[in-house]
């Protein structure tokens, strides 16, 4: 196989993953608490756009994950290209993919196992949603554009489709014993109807499956509505970030790549709601629809683009430093998020005093203490980052 130049790594994606790890991390200033402290409106807008809805809709927090996944799929023409560069057979990049979806999905069950009596086997979290889809994203890297997008097609049509065939509860299911409140004010009717919390197609999937794995009790139901089969839209927004990704590496101008991600935007929040309204497909991001796929996706390619022109195009670096160090150790931030955050905060307790975080009063000790717990995560990451050392799977 012959070589080419390796692809130049765009410092936007990098700035823009550190963002979306970013917002993920500062969940630990718990905004909500400070806002019930001190309720004002300041504190209350902050705090609604730190805490997903409860189904239908969506807050900043709420495209943490469509972003996370979406960049992904941006990142892997650079990554093809790369590995292209150096010789590797097509062979050996498979291989490095199954390991690398293998990675994700047992690192995701390892994380929503910490704190558990057992392996809690439950495939939700963001690391193993994008594991099970990956080596299918992989795949269509050395496809054509038109079965890219007739893949996406396929993915979120039939996905669609299954949701819609699969049959409604019957008339007086007890939507109790599936953790839904019998005055639930969500529940749909009509075809949004088949896409209702913990009676849909996903849910029974997981009464099954999730029950094949050694577990304390029966699964019956998960408490937000998430569920494995969520891969497959997920899937989606990968496809949608490796289109993007194919059109950042393309020999066009600046304008004409701010251009395609500004329509795929528009066009992708526009279709996402009218899907909506119809009724045909609700936005939910919980289960994912498809309608969440597009939507969540326009806003996506709009982040992007206004990453790009602002730190490639106009050149404007500096400001993103920190978010740059975040961003080029995602994983290791993701890890670390999960595992050593209340330990951070209890060293910081036994060394400087029980109450070093209520100096302006109780009301504003959570958002002291996370903050401290921020700091202490990114002096980590620019430690690893001088270093070069970054956590690759």
Same mark, same amino acid.
């Given at each position: 196989?012959?070589?080419?130049?390796?692809?130049?790594?765009?410092?936007?994606?990098?700035?823009?993953?550190?963002?979306?790890?970013?917002?993920?991390?500062?969940?630990?200033?718990?905004?909500?608490?400070?806002? %019930?402290?001190?309720?004002?409106?300041?504190?209350?807008?902050?705090?609604?756009?730190?805490?997903?809805?409860?189904?239908?809709?969506?807050?900043?927090?709420?495209?943490?994950?469509?972003?996370?996944?979406?960049?992904?799929?941006?990142?892997?023409?650079?990554?093809?290209?790369?590995?292209?560069?150096?010789?590797?057979?097509?062979?050996?990049?498979?291989?490095?993919?199954?390991?690398?979806?293998?990675?994700?999905?047992?690192?995701?069950?390892?994380?929503?196992?910490?704190?558990?009596?057992?392996?809690?086997? +439950?495939?939700?979290? +963001?690391?193993?949603?994008?594991?099970?889809?990956?080596?299918?994203?992989?795949?269509?890297?050395?496809?054509?554009?038109?079965?890219?997008?007739?893949?996406?097609?396929?993915?979120?049509?039939?996905?669609?489709?299954?949701?819609?065939?699969?049959?409604?509860? $019957?008339?007086?299911?007890?939507?109790?014993?599936? =953790?839904?409140? %019998?005055?639930?004010?969500?529940?749909?009717?009509?075809?949004?109807?088949?896409?209702?919390?913990?009676?849909?197609?996903?849910?029974?999937?997981? +009464?099954?499956?999730?029950?094949?794995?050694?577990?304390?009790?029966?699964? +019956?139901?998960?408490?937000?509505?998430?569920?494995?089969?969520?891969?497959?839209?997920?899937? =989606?927004?990968?496809?949608?970030?490796?289109?993007?990704?194919?059109?950042?590496?393309?020999?066009?101008?600046?304008?004409?790549?701010?251009?395609?991600?500004?329509?795929?935007?528009?066009?992708?929040?526009?279709?996402?709601?009218?899907?909506?309204?119809?009724?045909?497909? $609700?936005?939910?991001?919980?289960?994912?629809?498809?309608?969440?796929?597009?939507?969540?996706?326009?806003?996506?390619?709009?982040?992007?683009?206004?990453?790009?022109?602002?730190?490639?195009?106009? =050149?404007?670096?500096?400001?993103?430093?920190?978010?740059?160090?975040?961003?080029?150790?995602?994983?290791?931030?993701?890890?670390?998020?999960?595992?050593?955050?209340?330990?951070?905060?209890?060293?910081?307790?036994?060394?400087?005093?029980?109450?070093?975080?209520?100096?302006?009063?109780?009301?504003?000790?959570?958002?002291?203490?996370?903050?401290?717990?921020?700091?202490?995560?990114?002096?980590?990451?620019?430690?690893?980052?001088?270093?070069?050392?970054?956590?690759?799977?």
């Amino acid at each position: 196989m012959s070589t080419t130049t390796p692809p130049q790594r765009l410092t936007s994606m990098d700035a823009y993953r550190g963002f979306v790890m970013f917002l993920m991390v500062a969940e630990v200033l718990h905004l909500a608490r400070v806002a %019930a402290a001190h309720p004002n409106w300041f504190w209350n807008f902050l705090a609604k756009h730190q805490t997903h809805v409860e189904w239908y809709g969506a807050t900043l927090h709420d495209l943490i994950q469509p972003s996370f996944s979406f960049l992904v799929g941006v990142a892997l023409p650079y990554s093809i290209a790369s590995r292209i560069a150096k010789g590797e057979s097509q062979s050996k990049m498979f291989a490095h993919a199954a390991k690398r979806a293998l990675i994700l999905i047992l690192l995701g069950v390892f994380l929503r196992s910490v704190g558990k009596l057992q392996t809690n086997w +439950t495939f939700e979290d +963001t690391l193993s949603q994008i594991g099970m889809g990956y080596l299918f994203l992989f795949a269509l890297g050395f496809r054509s554009t038109k079965i890219v997008w007739a893949s996406l097609a396929v993915v979120l049509v039939g996905y669609w489709l299954a949701f819609v065939l699969y049959p409604l509860p $019957p008339a007086g299911f007890d939507y109790t014993a599936v =953790g839904v409140a %019998a005055d639930w004010p969500y529940h749909a009717s009509g075809v949004a109807a088949h896409f209702n919390k913990n009676s849909n197609l996903a849910w029974a999937f997981d +009464t099954w499956f999730l029950n094949l794995f050694r577990r304390a009790k029966e699964f +019956t139901h998960n408490g937000g509505g998430y569920s494995t089969l969520s891969f497959i839209p997920t899937l =989606g927004t990968m496809i949608l970030g490796f289109i993007a990704g194919r059109w950042m590496r393309e020999e066009t101008s600046d304008k004409a790549k701010l251009q395609k991600l500004a329509i795929a935007g528009v066009a992708g929040i526009a279709l996402g709601l009218a899907l909506h309204y119809s009724g045909l497909c $609700p936005s939910v991001k919980k289960i994912w629809t498809p309608s969440w796929t597009i939507f969540s996706g326009g806003w996506c390619f709009l982040l992007l683009a206004g990453f790009y022109v602002l730190v490639d195009v106009r =050149g404007y670096k500096r400001w993103s430093f920190p978010l740059v160090v975040i961003g080029m150790n995602s994983i290791a931030i993701y890890v670390l998020s999960h595992l050593i955050e209340k330990f951070i905060l209890a060293s910081f307790r036994i060394h400087f005093g029980q109450n070093v975080f209520n100096v302006f009063g109780e009301g504003y000790s959570w958002l002291l203490s996370g903050w401290a717990a921020i700091a202490v995560f990114w002096l980590m990451l620019y430690w690893m980052y001088k270093k070069k050392l970054f956590i690759r799977i």
